[in-house]
C-alpha cells in the first residue's frame, strides 16, 4: 500500500506519473475514493480517455455521482453530462465498464483527426450511428453553453446534425436560438449543413439560419464595400497579411493582418504587432492599443494603413502580402489597390 502522501502526489498530478495513476484508478483505495473521482471529473479528456478505460467499478459509480455544478468549466461540465448519460448507473458491473469504454472513446473520436476532414467526418459518422451516444450527446448539448466554439463543442452539434432526428433537432434548437436571435455564431451553426442529414428537421431548420446568413451579407458593409470597388460578388470573405518592408532576422519589423467577411459578426478584424506590442480591433470593439494606432472602419482602412506607417516609420511592402479570399485574380488585385491607396 502507498504511503497517503505518495497517493495525494499521483491524484493532484496524474500526467507526470501516468503509470501509478493508472494503478490507482484500477486498485483506489477505499478511503481515496472521493479524491480520485473528483480529479477524474476535472481531467482533460485525452488524458481521461487515454489512461483511464481500464478503471473500477466502484470509481465510475462513485465519478458518476459527482455533481454536475461542481465543475466550473464548460468544456469539462458538457463532457460529464455526457459520461454520466452515456453510461448509467443501474446496470451491473460488467455493462457499466463496457459503456465507460464507449463513452471515453466517443470523447476520444469527437476530437480525433483535426488536420483530416474526411477521417474526423468517418468518425462523426460512427458515433451518428451510436444510438446511446447520440442521446448522451443530445442531453449534452441541451445544457451546453451556445457560445461554447471548442472543437469538442463543435463535434457534439456535427453528431447530431449527421443523425438528423427530431430528438437532436430539440437538443440544436437553444444554440440555433441564441444565433438567430444574438447574431451570434451563426457562420458555425451554419457549418452544421455540410455533413447534416440529408432531409428532416434539422435540415429544415438549418436553411433558416442560411437564409438570415444571406440576409446579412446582402446587408453587410463588405458587400457595400466591394460594390463600390465595382465588384460583382457574393459572400465576399478575405484575409491578408501586410509586413512591413524593414526585416529582422528574416522577419517583418511590423506585421498588419485585415479579415473582412460579409456573412460575419463582426464583419471586420484588423491587427497591428510590432514585437510583442500591438493593437488590435473589429468593427465594433478597440481590443486593446498599444501601438496607440486607434481604430478605424471599413472605409477608413486605406487611411489607417496609410496612417500607421507614418507613426512607426515604415513602408508597407504591398508586392509581399499573403491574400485569402473568395476573390479572385482582378477582382482581388482591386481590394488590395484600394487598401494601399493605390
Request: with cysteine; hydrophobic share 45%.
Amino acid at each position: 500500500m502507498e504511503s497517503k502522501s505518495v497517493i495525494a502526489a499521483v491524484i493532484a498530478q496524474p500526467w507526470r506519473n501516468a503509470s501509478a495513476f493508472q494503478k490507482l484508478v484500477r486498485s483506489p483505495p477505499e478511503g481515496e475514493l472521493d479524491a480520485i473521482a473528483g480529479k477524474l471529473v476535472r481531467l482533460n479528456p485525452f488524458f481521461l480517455a487515454r489512461k483511464c478505460k481500464q478503471i473500477a467499478p466502484a470509481l465510475v459509480r462513485r465519478v458518476l455521482s459527482q455533481p454536475v455544478a461542481a465543475i466550473e468549466d464548460a468544456a469539462l461540465t458538457r463532457n460529464f453530462v455526457f459520461l454520466k448519460e452515456a453510461v448509467s448507473l443501474d446496470v451491473d458491473d460488467s455493462t457499466l465498464l463496457a459503456r465507460w469504454r464507449e463513452a471515453l472513446q466517443a470523447l476520444l473520436d469527437v476530437n480525433a483527426y483535426q488536420e483530416n476532414e474526411k477521417k474526423r467526418l468517418q468518425k462523426l459518422q460512427g458515433l451518428a450511428r451510436q444510438p446511446r451516444v447520440v442521446a448522451a450527446m443530445q442531453a449534452a448539448a441541451v445544457g451546453a453553453n451556445p457560445n461554447d466554439d471548442d472543437w469538442g463543442a463543435m463535434s457534439f452539434l456535427e453528431v447530431l446534425a449527421i443523425d438528423g432526428s427530431e430528438a437532436s433537432a430539440d437538443a440544436l434548437m437553444p444554440h440555433v436560438h441564441h444565433a438567430m436571435t444574438t447574431g451570434e455564431g451563426l457562420v458555425r451553426i451554419e457549418r452544421l449543413q455540410a455533413h447534416a442529414a440529408a432531409s428532416g428537421p434539422v435540415r429544415a431548420m438549418l436553411a433558416k439560419v442560411g437564409e438570415a446568413l444571406d440576409r446579412r451579407s446582402a446587408a453587410s458593409p463588405v458587400t457595400e464595400l466591394v460594390t463600390k470597388l465595382g465588384i460583382e460578388a457574393r459572400d465576399v470573405v478575405l484575409s491578408m497579411s501586410v509586413p512591413s518592408r524593414a526585416k529582422r532576422a528574416g522577419m517583418p519589423v511590423v506585421q498588419a493582418r485585415v479579415s473582412m467577411t460579409a456573412r460575419g459578426a463582426p464583419y471586420m478584424h484588423v491587427a497591428v504587432q510590432r514585437g510583442r506590442t500591438g493593437t488590435s480591433f473589429d468593427d465594433r470593439t478597440l481590443h486593446r492599443d498599444g501601438l496607440e494606432l486607434g481604430r478605424a472602419d471599413l472605409d477608413g482602412l486605406p487611411d489607417f494603413f496609410a496612417r500607421t506607417a507614418r507613426k512607426l516609420g515604415i513602408h508597407w511592402a504591398w508586392n509581399e502580402v499573403w491574400v485569402s479570399s473568395s476573390l479572385r485574380g482582378r477582382k482581388r488585385q482591386t481590394v488590395l489597390r484600394w487598401l494601399s491607396g493605390s
